[in-house]
């Protein structure tokens, strides 16, 4: 939980407030200052946005920095350092959270922003926590950043983009200059209402999925994400490996790893697909391959047409390995208890979940019956002892993965409520 302290300063006219977030403090726009009324959305009406509630994200980023390093990074020379880069980055929060809680000599920290202000801000907090050495501050539009470190020979190990609202137009450059054995791509997106399928236009413009509600919505959501990055990768012949992929607190996070190569490239292609789903009795059908369409009418035939979404990435989401390693680096970071709690659950029941894109929602289905729901641990428990698989999901609190078909549910919960 961010703590807003009580020292406050002034710089260029700038009024700042000192906070803690992780176990770091710095200067930020004092919202005792900027904000006015009482309904106004905080982040936005500072002159550099600053929003407490991402503390959760920028542990997830210092997490998955840390595992990468232990899992991934092969450095060819013993002096050799790793380099991240922030292209959005703000008050600079998660990059000096980077230099101070990692405390690695070997990381190296680049912050840009285009905002002036942020720039000021950040050079503020640079000689407050005394850093100097280990970190680089440019100005530069993001896409001009990527282009121009391309030019340079600075290669990035690893990329963090976390605008607020759609990641979209920086990507292409990101794949261009990230190192392409192994680089390490963190995306945030907020502008989550499209990618949820509440505006079709909107995703086609941005994401080109063809997305509408559904009772997966967040998944989907992830998954629309995943098969953007990856098919704007695929021009540049590269290949993205999704390591974690997280939806939470109206924010979708992505750890992506990066790899170069037509022959990878095209192996992106093979988890690309499209999936269906009845309005009914909201069974889905899933079918890898662009070229194989799912089932455009329900099996219970008298429910008639399903609707059809897509292109969408069906592979893995979270990668085992780094996501074991995620959960362990959560004490030596100390990790705020809260923080910590959320994560772990998250980790814990993806590492569990069986292996099936999407899932169903437990609620939507008892509502269909007009029944309450059942413990949701009592409906996996009595699918595993039926001979399904079952699983719970981070995407939803009543999503249940599993193998059985909704109708196998349904003769399950009315057998259950005659118990
Ligand atoms: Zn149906």
Not at 48 to 68: C, H
Not at 290 to 305: A, V
Request: hydrophobic share 45%; aromatic share 12%.
């Amino acid at each position: 939980m961010v703590e807003f302290l009580r020292e406050t300063v002034v710089v260029d006219n700038l009024h700042l407030r000192k906070i803690r977030e992780g176990k770091t403090e710095i200067f930020v726009p004092d919202p005792f200052y900027y904000v006015k009324k009482k309904n106004e959305y905080m982040p936005t009406s500072l002159p550099v946005f600053y929003n407490p509630v991402m503390e959760v994200n920028r542990d997830l980023s210092l997490l998955a920095i840390k595992a990468y390093m232990d899992l991934y990074w092969q450095p060819k020379k013993e002096d050799e350092r790793i380099l991240y880069i922030e292209a959005l980055a703000g008050t600079g929060i998660r990059g000096f959270r980077v230099l101070n809680e990692i405390k690695n000599p070997k990381v190296k920290v680049l912050l840009n922003d285009i905002n002036k202000l942020s720039i000021k801000i950040m050079k503020f907090n640079a000689s407050y926590l005394k850093i100097e050495s280990d970190l680089t501050i440019t100005n530069y539009d993001a896409n001009y950043l990527f282009l121009r470190l391309r030019n340079t020979g600075m290669i990035p190990d690893i990329i963090e983009i976390d605008p607020y609202g759609s990641p979209a137009r920086f990507i292409f450059n990101a794949v261009r200059c990230i190192k392409g054995k192994g680089g390490l791509l963190l995306v945030t997106a907020t502008d989550t209402a499209p990618l949820v399928g509440k505006f079709i236009e909107a995703a086609m413009r941005k994401y080109g999925c063809f997305l509408v509600k559904s009772p997966f919505s967040k998944e989907m959501a992830v998954r629309a994400l995943i098969y953007f990055i990856g098919r704007e990768a695929s021009i540049l012949a590269r290949r993205i490996v999704p390591l974690f992929a997280i939806f939470s607190h109206h924010f979708i996070k992505l750890a992506l790893l990066v790899l170069r190569g037509r022959k990878e490239a095209d192996k992106f292609w093979k988890e690309i697909g499209w999936v269906s789903f009845c309005n009914i009795c909201t069974q889905f059908y899933f079918s890898k391959g662009l070229q194989n369409r799912p089932r455009e009418l329900c099996e219970m035939e008298e429910h008639g047409l399903t609707e059809i979404i897509g292109p969408l990435w069906l592979g893995r989401i979270f990668e085992e390995e780094f996501s074991r390693e995620m959960l362990k680096k959560i004490d030596e970071l100390s990790v705020n208890p809260r923080n910590a709690k959320l994560i772990k659950r998250i980790f814990e029941w993806e590492l569990e979940a069986i292996d099936i894109p999407f899932f169903y929602d437990l609620q939507e289905i008892a509502r269909r019956l007009r029944m309450s729901i059942p413990s949701i641990n009592s409906v996996i428990n009595s699918l595993k002892s039926k001979g399904y698989k079952a699983s719970r999901t981070h995407f939803n609190p009543r999503g249940i993965k599993t193998n059985a078909k909704v109708r196998d549910i349904v003769i399950l919960l009315k057998h259950m409520v005659n118990q």
